[in-house]
Each structure stands twice: as C-alpha cells, then as structure tokens.
T-cell receptor, first 113, second 112 residues
C-alpha cells in the first residue's frame, strides 16, 4: 500500500512563527501536492511538485513556500504564520506518468494563535 | 463557474435506500475521474475510479457522461457506515503537469 506520512499531526503556533510541515511518501511517486482544507471551501491547492527541486504554484501560494530536495519528501513552509492559516493541511502524492491516482497523508491540523 | 461542481447536500437517507450524486466539470479536456470518500476530520481516500463504460464495485456504481460533462455515483442499499462526504475528482494534463481538481464534496448521512 502507498504510504504518505505527515509527521506533525497537531500543531499550535504563534503568529509570526515559522512553521515546517513535513511529508514523506514511500512509493517513488513523481508528483507531490500540498492542499489546505477549510469548511465550505473544499480542498485548495497550495503548491505542487512534479520532480525533485521542481515546484509550481497552486491556487493559493501566498504566505507559503515549499521544498523538495529529495524525491520522497515535500515540505511546506509557512514563513510567518498568521491566524488565517489555521487549517487542516493535506499532503498527497501521485505516480506521475503511468498513473494519476492521488494518495493522501492523514493531515496536519495547524492552529495559529 | 467552478471547474468541478457538486451539490453539497446533506443528503439524509434511510438505511437501505439508494442514493445518487452527480458532479459536473467544465474542462472538456479532462481525462480521468475519481470518487473519493472523506470521513469527518480524516483524509480523503479513493473510493473508485470512473471509467467511460461505467463501473461497479459492490454496492457502488460510477458513470461518466463526457458529452454532458458529468460523473455520477450511485450507492445501493445504503449502510450507516456509508455516512461520509463524497468528493469527485477530475484530472487533466496541462503543460506536462497533472492538474487535479476536487469538488467541494457532497455530504451523505444514512439514518437508522
């Protein structure tokens, strides 16, 4: 089975703090994604990456950055956390060429106070 | 117009009922389609892919209508455990990248 692991499940951070959310997948997938999910708004794409060291902006990249130094790891960085970034963050991966099913991690619940 | 639209519900149905959800998409170049299930405060999980000829998995049937640009999910003999939010997912490729669009989900509540 595909495993997408988000190491931080529940975080509480202060406004202005730098926040790192880590995601690791174990199936050699090419594509990785970061979403946030808020009530009534559904899943919104923040950033995605289709290869190591490559990244593309999604629909709501403002206030976020990402890093993909290794194929299996995709990190989301909140440079200066704000209260409107309180949300559930979901990492996902897909195989890329030859397959496009999306597999999700369990989610990271971030509260910014 | 949203790229993928779903009726948010909630759909409240009794156990044993048949319920159907539709999802419309706007991009005619969309290539692959899926239904995901999401339980409260959990991650979405793949329920089934949707094939052009329609496909069935136990009590679940998925269909695709490319001409009208919608996909559907039919659940027969609803169980309490089917209560969840169902997300439709539409994929297309643009500039060599996989573009994934999620609907906002349809909430199903199966009542005893």
């Amino acid at each position: 089975d595909v495993k997408v692991t988000q190491s931080s499940r529940y975080l509480v951070k202060r406004t202005g703090e730098k926040v790192f959310l880590e995601c690791v997948q174990d199936m050699d997938h090419e594509n990785m994604f970061w979403y946030r999910q808020d009530p009534g708004l559904g899943l919104r794409l923040i950033y995605f990456s289709y290869d190591v060291k490559m990244k593309e902006k999604g629909d709501i990249p403002e206030g976020y950055s990402v890093s993909r130094e290794k194929k299996e790891r995709f990190s989301l960085i909140l440079e200066s956390a704000s209260t409107n970034q309180t949300s559930m963050y979901l990492c996902a991966s897909s195989p890329g060429a030859g397959g496009n099913t999306i597999y999700f991690g369990e989610g990271s619940w971030l509260t910014v106070v | 117009r949203k790229e993928v639209e779903q009726d948010p519900g909630p759909f409240n149905v009794p156990e044993g009922a048949t319920v159907a959800f539709n999802c419309t998409y706007s991009n005619s170049a969309s290539q692959s389609f899926f239904w995901y299930r999401q339980d409260c405060r959990k991650e979405p999980k793949l329920l089934m892919s949707v094939y052009s000829s329609g496909n069935e998995d136990g009590r679940f049937t998925a269909q695709l209508n490319r001409a009208s640009q919608y996909i559907s999910l039919l659940i027969r003999d609803s169980k309490l455990s089917d209560s969840a939010t169902y997300l439709c997912v539409v994929n297309y490729y643009s500039g060599g990248y996989q573009k994934v669009t999620f609907g906002t989900g349809t909430k199903l509540q199966v009542i005893p």
